[in-house]
């Protein structure tokens, strides 16, 4: 079965620093899309990035980017200037099959920011 | 613009009762999902539709579970009957269906079955 390791389960950073949260993944495809999701103690599933596996140039949306090594399978996300806002859940997700709209997700990391 | 809605948001039941979980998705977006969220086995595919059809249902856990799109705009979960080893967090998604769509999840249902 296709499966998506988070290898952290829980990770703590300093506030304005820096953290990268690790996810390995496998499948059989060339063409697919890699996903983050953060889960806040409200509970509610919110997109953070996506990486198109065909792109080489790794994505970015404000103060989070991605480290995409697609030899590897390797998908982390790096926070930048990370803020007490960003403590919650963060789940990696791939496609259940390569080119299938069905996600499967890691177990997750918990971050914890400190003042 | 609304996002997916759940109902209830909680729902606390005892064993052998019926549960039924309501998903209304985002406007315009054709495929559907069902995961269930628990500390041991973390989000689980149960289910998913596209246009109204089920198109994967492997991940239900047992009979006792099924799930029903009548429409394009509601969805609904059953459990029947439930069990203790039920409760978990219910979230239904929504997505338009292509290889790049996200995932828009609702808050999810939280069910106890005590």
């Known amino acids: 079965a296709q499966t998506v390791t988070q290898s952290q389960p829980e990770m703590s950073v300093q506030e304005a620093e820096t953290v990268t949260l690790s996810c390995t993944y496998d499948?059989?495809?060339?063409?697919?899309?890699l996903f983050w999701y953060k889960q806040p103690p409200s509970r509610q599933m919110i997109l953070v990035i996506r990486?198109?596996?065909?792109?080489?140039q790794n994505a970015t949306e404000n103060r989070f980017s991605v480290n995409f090594q697609k030899a590897a399978k390797s998908f982390s996300l790096k926070i930048s200037d990370s803020q007490l806002g960003d403590a919650a859940m963060y789940f990696c997700?791939?496609?259940?099959?390569?080119?299938?709209?069905?996600?499967?997700f890691g177990k997750g990391t918990k971050l914890t920011v400190n003042p | 613009d609304a996002g997916v809605i759940q109902s209830p948001r909680h729902e606390v039941t005892e064993m052998g009762q019926e549960v039924t979980l309501r998903c209304k998705p985002i406007?315009?977006?054709?495929?559907l999902f069902w995961y269930r969220q628990t500390m041991m086995r973390g989000l689980e595919l149960l289910i998913y539709?596209?246009?109204?059809?089920?198109?994967?249902d492997s991940g239900m856990p047992e009979d006792r579970f099924s799930a029903k799109m009548p429409n394009a705009s509601f969805s609904t979960l059953k459990i029947q009957p439930s069990e203790p080893r039920d409760s978990a967090v219910y979230f239904c998604?929504?997505?338009?269906?292509?290889?790049?769509?996200?995932?828009?999840f609702g808050n999810g249902t939280r069910l106890t079955v005590t």
């Open positions: 406007s315009g977006h054709n495929s």
């Open positions: 997700a791939s496609p259940l099959q390569g080119g299938s709209e069905k996600l499967v």
């Open positions: 998604a929504s997505s338009f269906g292509q290889l790049n769509s996200p995932l828009h």
């Open positions: 539709f596209n246009n109204n059809v089920p198109i994967d």
């Open positions: 499948t059989s495809e060339s063409d697919y899309y």
């Open positions: 990486q198109e596996a065909y792109k080489q």
